[in-house]
């Protein structure tokens, strides 16, 4: 049956980078679990055991050599992928098959395997959001003096800037940035533990020398790139890892879904765009449309991997002593996806931060129709500094205010308050400092030194371990449709 004949999931077909769909691939799998048997047979000779060295030579050399037909066809009749994996390698390897997967369960390669995929894909999805974080702190800098109209409840509400208004997304960007890279300094391998944790099979194997079964422990978790694995596991290590790395990805999520969220809303009121392509086709009927189809998509993908942590959550919850099965099947989807997903989400928004579009025109034109009742507070000082009474200066913004809005309202014109104020023969007195009442960058508060001072502290200590990956410039993938 050919590759169109047979679904396939999206995220690999359509979306995800080649480095994370290699990452859960068969190959990447059953690879790692050959090189897991190998790094056993060296670390068992080292100790001392009767392994002959052509054997582990022979072992390193078909590493990639895999039938898979022929682990197919014994998985079939053993009904156990991994003895189905044993004895194809044992094939490719006669000179190894009496001593592949000496001492070990099943865990010893799936498990560490997991591990392996996991902490390979944190080293994947680590530097994209790094990058991200750089970009849309270049943006930041750049639209930090910009005023626009702030939204409460998605109401106009006292002014901000452009760029103050990215650092709170960079802000939830780097918070996520902080627990991915935790969960990836915690990780640890499980090691060589036996059938439920207790080495029980190794120290037979050593004749009761403990400090040859700890030392074996370590030279596997050694040679396979950890620096430390978990002392105490059953026949699995604890859930509760997975858990906590799929919370990571998972809070990411909503972040991505939070700050896609605010690009659409922008985009609807024409002040800021996601890149729109010179031949984009935004609608098949409206060709006149600009839909904002990436961070929609940032919406839908987020709500996947907002969901996949429920899967974590139960199997930790639900598994019985020292392990049960019903965990496996589960985690062959949740833990790919998870992944796959977090990878397809850094790469739009390193795409969408790089080509973000900003309409300054049309945010001063909603600025200024908002602006005249927010100066009214404004208006009202400059009259008492003046020398009148607060009580008649509120009355009288208060009337015109309230004619204007009925304007707007009802008759759908121009927010007019202004000319109002000007017109009306109370506020003669401070006319000649409307313009200064009225400039938008009085409105901003402290914006645009908070966006320095943030950028200067808080987002370049999250960003200095990445400067190297930064400076080399981190690979971005074409956005598919």
Request: proline share 3%; glycine share 6%; net charge negative.
């Amino acid at each position: 049956m050919g590759s169109h004949e047979r679904y396939q999931s999206p995220l690999t077909s359509r979306y995800a980078s080649p480095e994370m769909a290699h990452n859960f691939s068969d190959a990447k799998k059953f690879g790692t679990w050959r090189k897991l048997w190998v790094n056993l047979a060296k670390a068992e000779r080292q100790l001392g055991l009767d392994i002959p060295e052509e054997a582990v030579a022979d072992m390193e050399a078909n590493v990639d050599n895999i039938d898979y037909a022929v682990a197919a066809a014994e998985e079939k009749r053993r009904r156990h992928d991994v003895m189905a994996h044993v004895h194809t390698f044992g094939i490719a390897a006669p000179k190894a098959a009496g001593i592949i997967h000496l001492g070990a369960t099943s865990c010893y390669v799936t498990d560490n395997s997991e591990l392996i995929m996991m902490r390979d894909g944190l080293d994947i999805v680590i530097p994209k959001l790094a990058s991200c974080i750089d970009k849309l702190s270049k943006f930041a800098i750049h639209y930090k003096d910009l005023p626009t109209l702030g939204f409460t409840h998605f109401q106009p509400a006292q002014l901000t800037t452009v760029g103050k208004r990215a650092t709170l997304w960079l802000q939830d960007l780097v918070f996520d940035l902080r627990n991915i890279s935790r969960v990836r300094e915690d990780l640890r391998f499980r090691g060589v533990k036996g059938t439920t944790g207790t080495q029980g099979s190794f120290l037979a194997l050593f004749d009761g020398d403990h400090n040859k079964v700890e030392k074996l422990d370590e030279l596997v978790t050694e040679m396979s790139g950890f620096k430390l694995a978990y002392q105490v596991t059953g026949q699995t290590y604890s859930r509760k890892v997975d858990l906590d790395v799929l919370n990571s990805l998972s809070s990411f999520g909503a972040t991505a879904h939070k700050l896609a969220t605010d690009i659409r809303l922008l985009a609807h009121l024409k002040e800021i765009e996601e890149p729109f392509e010179k031949d984009q086709i935004g609608s098949s009927a409206m060709a006149y449309k600009r839909n904002p189809m990436r961070c929609e998509r940032v919406c839908a993908l987020s709500r996947h991997l907002l969901t996949l942590v429920g899967n974590a959550q139960q199997t930790a919850a639900v598994q019985w002593l020292e392990r049960t099965l019903d965990d496996s099947a589960n985690r062959r989807v949740s833990l790919p996806e998870a992944f796959l997903t977090t990878d397809i989400l850094l790469s739009l928004l390193q795409n969408i931060f790089d080509g973000l579009v900003v309409y300054p025109n049309v945010i001063a034109r909603h600025i200024a129709q908002e602006l005249p009742f927010m100066a009214t507070e404004n208006i009202i000082m400059a009259m008492v500094k003046a020398g009148g009474s607060r009580q008649d200066c509120h009355e009288e913004i208060r009337v015109l205010s309230h004619e204007a809005a009925k304007r707007v309202k009802e008759e759908g014109a121009d927010n007019d308050l202004i000319e109002r104020v000007r017109k009306s023969p109370y506020f003669t007195q401070i006319l000649g400092q409307l313009d200064t009442l009225l400039d938008p960058k009085t409105f901003v508060g402290r914006a645009p030194q908070q966006v320095e001072k943030f950028l200067a502290t808080e987002v370049a200590d999250a960003l200095k371990p990445y400067e190297s990956y930064l400076e080399k410039g981190v690979h971005q993938e074409d956005v598919n449709v």
